[in-house]
């Protein structure tokens, strides 16, 4: 495998993140809530408490499966996916921010 290799599991994955990235941006655009983690308006303590969140969605599903119960795999990719979206939305923040330390 290359170094910039991508097989189709993380392409795949990636294009979901890339999907739920843009819905959090509609769902801005019509109102459903102010910010996103990639906006200047929003701190970096705010975009930790709304990774969390979504960490602890996650953890939710995973804990429902705790002692042999079923876990639901598609609720926690979705969940899964959130956390990503976040986490990139977050990034580009943060390389933002970077890029205009650097000017
Ligand atoms: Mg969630």
Same mark, same amino acid.
């Given at each position: 495998m290359e170094r910039n290799e991508y097989t189709d599991s993380m392409v795949a994955v990636l294009d979901l993140v890339a999907t739920e990235r843009g819905r959090q941006l509609f769902l801005k655009s019509q109102g459903?809530?102010?910010?996103?983690?990639?906006?200047? !308006?929003?701190t970096h303590f705010e975009a930790l408490t709304v990774l969390a969140e979504e960490v602890g969605e996650a953890a939710h599903e995973v804990n !429902?499966?705790?002692?042999?119960r079923y876990i639901d795999k598609r609720r926690l990719l979705k969940e899964l996916i959130q956390v990503a979206a976040v986490a990139v939305a977050w990034s580009e923040k943060v390389k933002q921010e970077i890029e205009e330390d650097q000017t």
């Open positions: 459903k809530f102010a910010y996103t983690c990639s906006d200047k !308006e929003m !429902e499966g705790i002692g042999g």
